[in-house]
Nanobody, 116 residues
Framework: QVQLVESGGGLVQAGGSLRLSCTAS????????MGWYRQAPGKQRELVAI??????NYADSVKGRFTISRDNTKNTVFLQMNSLKPEDTAVYYCNVKRAYNGMDYWGKGTLVTVSS
């Protein structure tokens, strides 16, 4: 059974930093991509950052502030978030995409709250 467990969320003041981690267990298949999405209250879930073997992509709103990295040996993905803004407040979800069929697996999410 695949499980994705996120950690690192919390309350931070604007301009501060947080580092999110997500470790996937029960992975018995090849992963094509790992990434982070977020969902703010009243809004749809949106891509924050995603990384695969060849490329890394970021939402325009976080470029230059957030950095995604990955430890393939541990099936772990990180999101370093700097210069946080109140509009970054959301539940952040870890995502893993299976290479064979593109199936998505999701964590339960970790709340990031940025105060002004």
């Amino acid at each position: 059974q695949v499980q994705l467990v996120e950690s690192g969320g919390g309350l931070v003041q604007a301009g501060g930093s947080l580092r999110l981690s997500c470790t996937a267990s029960g992975i018995m298949f090849r992963i094509s991509a790992m990434g982070w999405y977020r969902q703010a209250p009243g809004k749809q879930r949106e891509l924050v950052a995603i990384t695969n073997a060849d490329t890394t992509n970021y939402a325009d709103s976080v470029k230059g502030r957030f950095t995604i990295s990955r430890d393939n040996t541990k099936n772990t993905v990180f999101l370093q978030m700097n210069s946080l803004k109140p509009e970054d407040t959301a539940v952040y979800y870890c995502n893993v995409k299976r290479a064979y069929n593109g199936m998505d697996y999701w964590g339960k999410g970790t709340l990031v709250t940025v105060s002004s």
